[in-house]
């Protein structure tokens, strides 16, 4: 039904950056929104950032004014540019759709597989 692909995550050194993808494919009808959620080992998987299908984006505060989420609607493409990274940034990134198919009724919630980030010295 719905496939989403993400591709960015990999090992850098505090200070880097890194640049996250994910792209949606399948019987879509429209998409209401895109965005990240990361999990850290013992934690509660958390919202990083959001973007909705008027445009307007949210960030979770530990994240503001170093990661910009983006997108492209052509593609069925959302990308988190991630600046400045910390150790705590460390996690497991899970790209996140909420969608309508063409065969179906409501927007329902879509799951990347995730892709680990690890910043570390």
């Known amino acids: 039904q719905v496939q989403l692909v993400e591709s960015g995550g990999g090992l850098v050194q505090p200070g880097g950056s890194l640049r996250l993808s994910c792209a949606a494919s399948?019987?879509?009808?429209?998409?209401?929104?895109m965005g990240w959620y990361r999990q850290a080992p013992g934690k509660q998987r958390e919202l990083v950032a959001r973007?909705?299908?008027?445009?307007?984006?949210n960030y979770a505060d530990s994240v503001k004014g170093r990661f910009t989420i983006s997108r492209d609607n052509a593609k069925n493409t959302v990308y988190l540019q991630m600046n400045s990274l910390k150790p705590e940034d460390t996690a497991v990134y899970y790209c996140?759709?909420?969608?309508?198919?063409?065969?179906?009724?409501?927007?329902?919630?879509?799951w990347g597989q995730g892709t680990q980030v690890t910043v570390s010295s």
């Open positions: 973007i909705i299908s008027d445009g307007t984006t």
């Open positions: 996140n759709a909420d969608l309508r198919l063409w065969t179906g009724v409501k927007i329902q919630g879509y």
């Open positions: 399948g019987t879509i009808f429209s998409i209401n929104a």
